[in-house]
């Protein structure tokens, strides 16, 4: 990967990046004052790869030891793992790197970027969970409700009742949680006999699929 793709990749993005370069001949460093503060340091922080290593998360430490050696070979790569900061800040890094050639192609070592993108991580987790997790809590209540149906009417247990509605989504290609609704729906308007609640009952369980729209 180029410098000129890897900024085309970065240009626009809203993440904290830092820039950095490492001499393999002599294991030397040099990072922006953006890449600086993503680790906690302060404008003019001299950066080393024992530095480095230092803040490596502990889950992470064979894949930060293996970028560690990547950069010695001065071969193009892109890895993520995590950092944790010196106020003890965990950060999600993805360090993108290309080789750093000198006169007539030598190899000097490598350059790229640190790009910190733990708090897009959050945003999209919070915006997934805010988005679904409404939802989810939604249909499983009214699942819970459809299968509460059935073991009342049937005398069934509540996993016997759930490969119920498993078996009437399967077959009509309904997905669960709709069919569970309609049933619900039409279970609370029901009246009439005991036995002619049954039967009925029978015969919705059966048909209820139609007008339902089908699962996707």
């Known amino acids: 990967m180029s410098a000129t793709a890897v ?15 490492f001499w393999s001949t002599d294991q030397r460093w040099e ?4 890449a600086a503060a993503i680790y906690g340091y302060a404008r003019g922080a001299q950066p080393s790869t024992e530095l ?27 890895a993520r793992h995590r ?11 993805i360090v993108v790197a290309d080789r750093m050639l000198g006169e007539q192609g030598v190899l000097l070592g490598v350059t790229g970027y640190f790009v910190d993108v733990s708090d897009t991580l959050e ?18 209540a009214v699942i819970e409700q459809a299968k509460g149906v059935l073991m009342v009417v049937y005398g069934i247990k509540a996993e016997q009742a759930f490969r119920v ?42 048909t209820m699929h139609g007008g339902v729209v089908a699962a996707e």
């Not at 480095?52 to 001065?74: F, I, K, S, W, Y």
């Not at 997934?128 to 939604?138: A, C, F, M, Q, V």
């Not at 029901?190 to 039967?199: F, V």
């Open 83 to 93: 950092i944790i900061d010196t106020a003890g800040r965990v950060h999600h890094i």
């Open 31 to 34: 990072w922006s004052d953006e």
């Open 165 to 206: 509605l498993q078996w009437r989504s399967q077959e009509t290609n309904i997905k669960l949680r709709a069919l569970a609704q309609k049933l619900v729906t039409e279970i609370l308007a029901m009246d009439g006999a005991p036995a002619a609640q049954r039967a009925r009952f029978d015969h919705l369980l059966l």
């Open 123 to 140: 945003e999209n987790r919070q915006e997934i969970l805010d988005g679904t997790l409404p939802e989810l809590i939604e249909s499983r």
């Open 52 to 78: 480095l290593l230092e803040h490596r998360h502990p889950d992470d430490r064979t894949l930060v030891t293996q970028v560690a050696a990547a950069m010695c070979t001065g071969e193009p790569f892109c």
């Open 7 to 21: 900024d085309g990749v970065l240009a626009g993005t809203p993440q904290r990046v830092g820039r950095f370069r």
